[in-house]
């Protein structure tokens, strides 16, 4: 089974990021967290990306505030899917979201909503599912238990608040 990267800017983004390693132990996916800077450490950046499938990565989780370089600069070094989860800051992470969507042409980030960490997780599980039966198998037991609980809810309130 490949791995999942999961790289933050920095380690005030690990309340965020722990949602992703969280809903990833949900879906028995092993991985690795790292705290690499695109404008601190570049050296290391470049060349955990340029490893990263010859290590037994096959998708790569980057999680940054502000400038949000992360996901780009792991991104230009590799062509594994790398997932960018904007951090919420300053200016509500619109300046993340924006600089983790933004790319050149041939250097593609898939971005996740701000802070969001376990839909980051989800989609790294679904490209990981394209090859691995048992991956696409716990996907489809998620979203059964999470429509059913839906539907639960559904009944309590409808009961409870209808009137005809």
Known sequence: MKKVAII?????DLPVVEKTAFMLDELKIPYEMHVYSAH??????????????????????AAAGMSAALGGSLAASTTLPVIGIPIGGK????DSLLSTVMMPSGIPVAAVAVDGAKNAAILAAEILAVYDD????????????????????DEKISSEYSRA
């Not at 601190?40 to 989780?61: H, W």
């Not at 489809?140 to 429509?147: G, I, K, S, V």
């Open 8 to 12: 933050m800017g920095s380690d005030s």
């Open 40 to 61: 601190r450490t570049p050296e290391q950046v470049r060349s955990f990306a340029l490893s990263a499938k010859d290590n037994g990565f096959g998708v790569i989780i």
């Open 91 to 94: 200016l509500s992470g619109m």
């Open 134 to 153: 048992d991956i696409a198998d716990r996907l489809t037991a998620m979203r059964e238990h999470d429509r059913a609980a839906v539907l639960s809810k």
